[in-house]
């Protein structure tokens, strides 16, 4: 996968950009792991702020852009030196029936499978260290 766009659930996302986000750095927020569904859900800032946003978002001038992704049916997770502040490179590799998903930096890393994967819709905030 190259774009966000081309997610499941990227609706939304595709409404407040006007043009293709390529999939590439993030600033990690949060990840949750739950073991009893083999789910993953990550939750990250990208560096793009949405050039089209709805009219409720327009009242601010916002700086920064959250958005996240929910896996299923997840195996062969590792974690390596988390947590970090440092920006990670992510990549969605369709592999098959499955997508591998990495997020590597010099120092840290994430790597898992999963069946299922889809964007989380984006959310905008103000913040003093923008990504």
Known sequence: MQYWNDLEGSTFFSMVFS??????EIKL???????????VTMAFDI???PDKPPR????AQY???RIG???SEVENITIKNLPTTKPLKLTILENGLRFKVT???ENSAIEFTTSFLSLRDPTVY???TPF
């Open 69 to 71: 992704i929910t896996c």
């Open 126 to 128: 103000l913040t003093q």
């Open 47 to 49: 560096r793009e702020v």
């Open 103 to 105: 997020a590597i930096s």
């Open 63 to 65: 700086n920064a852009c």
């Open 29 to 39: 927020f949060s990840i949750d792991i739950d073991i009893n569904q083999s789910l």
């Open 19 to 24: 043009n293709r986000i390529e999939i590439g």
């Open 56 to 59: 409720k978002w327009q009242s």
